[in-house]
């Protein structure tokens, strides 16, 4: 019996033996191949879809290599639940985001923000303004594409008009967009890197200012540089946009209550689904107050009564909705469209679905073993902090240039790395951050990625006559380095509390 029991148990240590590092990378090298493959057919759709479904194909490929190691379907399962239940507080934050720029739009918050920050448009620093512009236009929005594709396109032509090289505007252009998305709230690349990395939102965002404000007062110093080298001619003429906003929605700096209440809640430290339902809500009454007519128009309704205001705020708060410019020139009116969209919760639904499959990928990889036996090949290649910074940019970068895409450049890194920065005792803002300041920068200076083409055909300018003047987008990942290797506000983990049970033991060797 003795001899029997010997054997089960040999055997079952055969059964579950740990996977090899290239059995561990099998499904990480299928999924980018997919992916790339993917992304090549479909272009600029396959976040529609496709991609989401090649992680899924990932996650078979990681489960059939599960199989041939004896790991059984409901541990994988079991493992794929417990990765969804984490990022419930992250789905719940998106579909808020949806709802609050739904309504910031309806009640006008957007726009003023867009209408204000247009006075700041001034010749003598037109690079820098520029950088300033998309930068607030991008937070107000939460997207560097709409910001591209709308103001972005206003101040090309603006520069046309005062001889200053296209290029060059491109640059400023797309390093204030950059700026403002990385750090906006409603931005749906600044919702996924928490979300794969295991932190919230807010903690995010605020740990990502140590690197992106340095990077950003950096680039305006170039430009400004820049812009009193350069001789400028003609005026900027920003007053039609601004009249058209004006005649559309009821312009206020009391509108900035709101705004100045979400940020009070989010400093107070404030549940983040508290502070975005309040600004949310808050917002919908202000849309009652300062734009009624638009209220009116959003609900379909003939009557403007309780059941108009009740459905015309709910529209904004759950659907796209679509607000028309009031003016009488339709290259203004086409300018204007793109930031007169509302998202709404329905508009997060893509995210979300991508963040589902990815998480379905992870739980996979967790339950066979890949991704903690990566983490670990990553740590003996990688032993210093440094180094698994390092290693994570440039993993960051790889997805963007293989995978083209940079949604995909945060998913992937972000699955694979987490356990490794556990391991070495480190928040995983530091992981957050890293992601963003590598991945989602970097995208628009990839000609062949879904980013870097798309703006390079919305600004008619083309990657490398931009490249070198996207100084905040190039220069963000070095500046993440050299905190790392200096070791700048680099967060640990918080170290247990100490109970009976452990007063009194050795430390543990990290």
């Known amino acids: ?51 989401q479904f090649v992680l899924l194909l990932g996650a078979t490929v990681a489960g059939i290599v599960g199989y041939f190691n004896k790991v059984t379907y409901k541990s994988m399962v079991e493992e794929v639940a417990q990765n969804l239940k984490s990022t419930t507080g992250a789905i719940l934050i998106l579909l808020m985001v949806g709802a609050l720029a739904g309504t910031w739009l309806l009640s006008g918050i957007i726009p003023t923000m867009i209408y ?65 998305d990385k750090l906006s709230p409603l931005s749906d690349t600044t919702n996924l890197a928490p979300a794969m990395a295991g ?8 740990y990502m200012t140590i690197t992106t404000v340095p990077t950003i007062l950096i680039t305006l110093l170039v430009f400004i540089i820049i812009g009193f080298s350069i001789d400028t001619t003609g005026v900027a003429d920003v007053s039609q946009y601004q009249t058209a906003i004006d005649a559309t929605f009821n312009t206020s700096p009391i509108l900035f209550i709101v705004p100045v209440v979400v940020i009070a809640m989010i400093v107070k430290k404030v549940s983040p689904l508290i502070a975005l ?35 015309g705020v709910m529209n904004a708060i759950t659907v796209k909705t679509v607000v028309v410019p009031v003016t009488d020139n339709p290259e203004i009116a086409e300018k204007l469209a793109g930031l ?27 339950a066979i073993g890949a991704l903690s036996r990566i983490s670990r ?42 356990k490794a920065y556990k391991e070495k005792g480190l928040a995983p803002e530091n992981l957050s951050r890293t992601l963003e300041d590598s991945g989602t920068v970097t995208s628009a200076l990839i000609p062949w990625n879904t980013c870097g083409a798309y703006q390079s055909t919305t600004l008619g300018v ?11 987008n190039w220069l963000s990942p070095f500046m993440t380095l050299i905190f790392a290797a200096f070791r700048i506000k680099i967060k640990q983990l918080a170290a247990p509390k100490p109970t009976m049970s452990t007063i009194g033991e050795e430390p543990s060797e990290f």
């Open 340 to 366: 007169f969209e509302g998202k709404g919760m329905e508009s997060m639904l893509g995210t979300i679905w991508l963040i589902i499959c990815a998480m379905v990928f992870g739980g996979i990889m967790d």
């Open 377 to 418: 090949a990553l740590l003996n290649l990688f032993d210093s902090v440094f180094g698994l910074f390092a290693s994570t940019v440039v993993s960051c970068l790889a997805i963007n240039v293989t995978a083209s895409d940079q949604y995909l450049a945060l998913v992937v890194p972000g699955k694979m790395y987490a």
């Open 462 to 472: 083309d990657v490398k006559d931009y490249f070198i003047y996207a100084i905040f």
């Open 1 to 51: 019996m003795e001899s029997q029991n010997i054997n089960q148990e040999d055997e079952k240590i055969i059964e579950n033996r740990e996977l090899s590092i290239w059995e561990a990378l099998i499904p990480v090298f299928a999924l980018v191949a997919m992916l790339a493959i993917n992304v090549y057919i479909f272009g600029d759709d396959s976040l529609s879809g496709s991609n």
């Open 277 to 311: 339902l309040i600004g949310t809500l808050l917002a919908g009454g202000f849309a009652l107050i300062f734009q009624p007519e638009l209220v009116h128009a959003i609900s379909g309704l003939e009557e403007y009564n309780a059941s108009a205001m009740y459905k």
């Open 116 to 180: 204000y920050g247009l006075d700041i448009l001034n010749p003598s620093i037109f690079l820098a303004a520029c950088v300033i512009i998309c930068a607030v236009i991008s937070v107000a929005t939460g997207s560097s594409w709409t910001t591209s594709a709308t103001v972005g396109i206003a101040l090309i032509g603006i520069a046309g008009a005062l001889d200053i090289s296209a290029g060059m505007t491109a640059g400023a252009v797309l390093s204030g967009a950059y700026f403002g």
């Open 199 to 206: 932190t919230d939102l807010f903690t995010h965002i605020k």
